[in-house]
């Protein structure tokens, strides 16, 4: 076997690994394998629980003839204390678990999840997990946006019609109360300078954050009543792919929670204006497509309930992702005023204000929906998940 490894990681230890995963690949056939290269996968953005994500790819001799192969290998670890709590929502072991318990092998026939092929723990304490290489592109448009959150509304009202709610331990429950906990311990805290800032829109859309946050706790509350599905909640644009059979493909499922209706739409709109894939200017046009394309989905499963239900939970958990990013705005905003030339501060400045001010308007809007939540979560309680919601 030819053996090209670019990284440090002991490949050459794990032949036997190698082709227990690929027989999972190809079959019950007799094989040889002919090459291996091992390469790191270029990710500036690895979750602190993930040491390392590789591809090995090389050649295979079955009946005289040579066939290439490929698979992902993703080296996770723990990280901080807080995070080897099984309900916290970067629980560093949930996805090696996940896949030990086979809960994804019997997903939804409108959302899929890479094969796994093989779940090794290391004696350094880190875990391997050896597993299908999607083969796929990422979302670009609005069309291809919308597409995945129709299969993403269909996904959902699975779980409101049809399939139960998984119970594992290791699922999270409360997802985004665990996160906005994590996020106002680590983000910046602008209160020391804050009044010094120049630039009054910073100074009223820390006003209105200041109110938001007195108000946290309620709004989760709220969320926590809504109808429950299960949810991926880490839906950027790298962990969604499109299959040429236009299939959508989800990987990195380490955030897989319990969530309301619409709460997985919401981090899926957020993240991705978050991570510039959104352009700025199409901000409003991708919030109202995206809901429509999900209910719609929702629709086709044959969920009846309110959609004013769903628009709870996607408004307010976009809303709350101004959790982190107005700690981040005002962060910014006062190194631009020490550096006001900078480009790209004006252009992260300036795209953060567009993003927070789709989070008050969602805001806004979810407050002119509470009155109406609480009567019809009341009528979903007495009726059921299958009960009509009117």
């Known amino acids: 076997m030819i053996i090209n490894n670019s990284t440090s990681l002991p490949i050459e230890k794990k032949i036997d690994q190698l082709y227990a995963s690929i027989h999972k690949l190809i079959g019950d056939i007799v094989f040889e394998i002919d090459a291996l290269t091992c390469e790191a996968l270029e990710n500036e953005t690895l979750n602190f629980t993930t040491k390392g994500i590789y591809h090995l790819f090389g050649f295979l001799k079955t009946n005289n003839e040579q066939q290439p192969w490929s698979i992902i290998l993703k080296v996770i670890k723990p990280d901080s204390e807080e995070k080897d709590d099984i309900q916290h929502h970067n629980y560093w072991c949930r996805e090696a678990l996940l896949f030990e318990s086979k809960l994804l092998d019997h997903l939804s026939e409108y959302i899929k999840t890479p094969k796994t092929y093989l779940v090794e723990e290391q004696n350094d304490g880190t875990i391997w997990l050896w597993m299908e290489r999607v083969n796929g592109c990422f979302a670009n448009s609005k069309e291809q946006f919308d597409f995945i959150a129709n299969r993403l509304g269909m996904f959902n009202a699975e779980y409101l019609t049809v399939k139960a709610i998984p119970n594992e331990s290791w699922v999270c429950k409360s997802w985004l109360k665990s996160w906005t906990t994590s996020s106002r311990m680590y983000a910046p805290n602008p209160e020391s300078y804050i009044n010094q800032i120049q630039d009054q829109e910073v100074k009223y859309i820390w006003d209105w954050f200041k109110k938001l946050t007195e108000e946290l706790n309620e709004k989760l509350a709220s969320l926590s009543n809504l109808p429950r599905v299960l949810a991926h909640q880490d839906l950027g644009q790298k962990n969604m792919f499109l299959t040429p059979n236009e299939q959508v493909v989800l990987i990195d499922w380490r955030f897989m ?96 204000k567009q993003i927070i001010n789709i989070h008050k308007v969602m805001e806004y809007e979810a407050n002119s929906l509470r009155e109406h939540i609480g009567i019809l979560i009341t009528q979903y309680s007495r009726c059921g998940p299958d009960g009509p919601l009117v």
Not at 274 to 285: A, F, N
Not at 313 to 335: D, F, H, K, M, N
Request: charged share 25%; glycine share 10%.
């Open 257 to 352: 929670s319990i969530s309301g209706i619409g709460e997985d739409l919401g981090k899926m709109f957020g993240v991705n204006m978050s991570l510039g894939i959104i352009p700025t200017d199409q901000y409003e046009d991708y919030r109202d497509s995206l809901f429509y394309s999900y209910i719609k989905g929702m629709r086709e499963m044959g969920w009846e309930g309110d959609e004013r239900l769903a628009r709870y939970g996607y408004c307010i958990s976009t809303a709350l992702r101004s959790i982190w990013e107005v700690p981040q705005l005002c962060s910014l905003a006062a190194q631009l005023e020490s550096n006001p030339t900078n480009p790209k501060l004006q252009d992260r400045v300036y795209q953060l």
